[in-house]
Antibody, heavy 122, light 108 residues
């Protein structure tokens, strides 16, 4: 059974750095064709893709956050870490990590974590 | 970057067929995925690669994609289908690599 779970702070002050961890089970982060993306959703708004890390450690970032976001992973711990620097109240959202399966039928987010609600406020 | 346009809401009576559209330039040349999100819950994948269903998703869910419009089709709509639905495409050659539509609230 594939599971993902986000963890991190509930409240972050403006200009600080947000660090969120995605702990996965049921698959390996080094498995070919598997990756993990981070997606966020401000309250009442649509989903927004932020960043992705492939099984070979290559990363993709949305240009809207590219200068502030970094992804890393620890395969032995089955964890992917999202770091977002210099946060602003507009970064307040529920942050999801999702397994991305890439195969003959194209990439898709086939398993999601429960989400972590993060509020940026002083 | 790709822009995907969805109607904000759609109302369908129980037992009828819901067709949720997703418009995008030449979207027919890309694979489209659809996600269902009920209030307070994480999204779940209901259709991928235009028309394929993941394990556990009822046959009532299907999809089509051609030209500039992709469509999620829900046959025999049930009360439990009331949710937000998002279309999504990916293209590693552009930024952002993954794009979601604005979402459609299906009212049953």
């Amino acid at each position: 059974q594939v599971t993902l779970k986000e963890s991190g702070p509930v409240l972050v002050r403006p200009t600080e750095t947000l660090t969120l961890t995605c702990s996965v089970s049921g698959f390996s982060l080094s498995e070919t064709g598997m990756g993990v993306s981070w997606i966020r959703q401000p309250p009442g708004q649509a989903l927004e893709w932020l960043a992705h890390i492939f099984s070979n450690d290559e990363t993709l970032y949305s240009s809207s956050l590219k200068t502030r976001v970094t992804l890393s992973k620890d395969t032995s711990k089955s964890q992917v870490v999202l770091t977002l620097t210099n946060v602003d109240p507009v970064d307040s959202a529920t942050y999801y990590c999702a397994r991305t399966t890439t195969g003959v039928y194209g990439p898709r987010f086939d398993s999601w974590g429960q989400g972590a609600l993060v509020t940026v406020s002083s | 970057s790709d822009v995907l346009t969805q109607p904000p809401s759609l109302s369908v009576a129980p037992g009828q067929t819901a067709r949720i559209t997703c418009g995008g330039r030449n979207i027919g040349s890309k694979g489209v995925n659809w996600y269902q999100q009920t209030p307070g819950q994480a999204p779940i994948l209901v259709v991928y690669a235009d028309s394929r269903r993941p394990a556990g998703i009822p046959e009532r869910f299907s999809g089509s994609n051609s030209g500039n419009t992709a469509t999620l089709i829900i046959s025999g709509v049930e009360a439990g289908d009331e949710a937000d639905y998002y279309c999504q495409v990916s293209d590693f050659r552009i930024d952002p690599a993954w794009v979601f539509g604005g979402g459609t609230k299906l009212n049953v």
